[in-house]
């Protein structure tokens, strides 16, 4: 979506929220869904924006206001909320998680039906082909959950509690963290400052690992090439389990089978080696809300590929298809009374209005024909 253009013609915007000159957020229909119930936050503009880092502040809270509010609004449908959006900016070498470079966040509401669907047909990851899981969960992510538990710092962050890592299925798969009031946490000011925190850790060990363990560059269907290393040369706070573990997988892998004539699926999802990419996922789980990021390599799965429905991992292959006109009118009154809540309610001002700029935003629906 390289001009306004084309996110007024590719998508059905319901309210623009400038924050500054050259910083807003759209609220918007998709035009190919990924669930009945959902409306997408994006960050408008041109300039390549990929993660909640390259915004300000002031979005960062907008969009914790009207994730929180629209979990209240899930709950008056009797919907369970989930709150996605993945980081994947400079993608070369492999199918991309994040197609769009803006940040956009997916609010899907999903239903009872959903719900016990999942529960009926989970399945472990281990009874899957090793192609099939990757796709899903991969041993990256659970290296991901791992260092993460050793780089982040709890008493730095202000609102979330990590989980120990491995303490439970969705913290081996992810790195998990609690919020403590649950969605209402979402609405805290410092909620932004954490993530950026996290993501900043993030980026300094996925920089050091390729430094030292890596050489050559990525291109199109290209990847860097494993070289001799020693562990102890990566110039982060690990473990000594960790840097074994990390340090066996990173020696395992084979990015020299792209220049051979193997089926392509091997080529995609079992040997990339791409820059840093990752998922967050917010969800309830056992009476609590936890927000998960997930450390992508082998998997496909971006923001709008996955759920996390009552602790179990869901991938949504597709979107929901040609709706009815009963599901059509049911999507848009459920999305026409949200935007009719927040724009009412007490804190609509800091999700729509930022004083730092002293410059009055706009909130507008719009009905236009689908």
């Avoid at 609004?73 to 980081?87: D, F, G, N, Q, T």
């Avoid at 602790?311 to 059509?328: H, L, N, Q, R």
């Amino acid at each position: 979506m390289g001009t306004v253009h084309d996110v007024y013609g590719w998508t059905n915007v319901h309210a623009h929220i400038n924050m500054s000159a050259d910083e807003a957020c759209t609220l918007t229909d998709k035009r190919s869904p990924h669930a009945l119930y959902e409306l997408m936050l994006m960050s408008a503009g041109t300039a390549a924006r990929p993660g909640l880092h390259d915004h300000s502040p002031e979005f960062g809270k907008a969009l914790g206001v009207i994730a929180a509010r629209f979990a209240e609004h899930c709950r008056a449908y009797e919907l369970s909320p989930v709150i996605s959006w993945s980081y994947d900016p400079r993608t070369v070498d492999r199918e991309s998680i994040q197609g769009e470079k803006r940040f956009h966040a997916h609010l899907v509401g999903r239903t009872q039906a959903e719900r016990a669907a999942v529960k009926a047909r989970a399945v472990r990851a281990g009874r899957l082909s090793i192609v099939r899981s990757r796709r899903i969960v991969e041993e990256a992510s659970v290296l991901g959950a791992l260092i993460s538990a050793n780089i982040v710092d709890g008493d730095a962050l202000r609102v979330l509690e990590p989980v120990p890592a491995l303490s439970t299925h969705t913290a081996t798969a992810t790195a998990q963290f609690r919020l403590p009031q649950g969605w209402e946490s979402l609405t805290s000011p410092d909620l932004p400052a954490d993530l950026v925190y996290i993501h900043r850790k993030l980026r300094r060990m996925y920089d050091e690992i390729m430094r030292v363990c890596t050489t050559g560059t990525a291109g199109t269907w290209r990847r860097p090439m494993i070289r001799q290393f020693d562990p102890q040369e990566i110039d982060v706070p690990l473990r000594a389990a960790t840097r074994v573990a990390l340090a066996h997988y990173l020696r395992g892998l084979r990015p020299k089978l792209l220049s051979e004539r193997v089926e392509r699926s091997r080529k995609a999802y079992v040997y990339p080696l791409a820059d840093l990419a990752y998922a967050v996922t917010i969800a309830e789980q056992d009476g609590g809300v936890f927000l998960h990021l997930r450390t992508n390599v082998f998997s496909d799965l971006g923001g709008a590929g996955i759920s996390i429905m009552d602790g179990v991992i869901v991938k949504t292959k597709k979107g929901v298809g040609d709706m009815s006109p009963a599901e059509i009118a049911g999507r848009a009154a459920f999305q026409g009374d949200f935007l009719r809540m927040l724009h009412r309610h007490p804190q609509a001002t800091r999700a729509l209005v930022t004083r730092r700029y002293n410059c009055s935003c706009i909130l507008y629906t719009s009905q236009r024909p689908r």
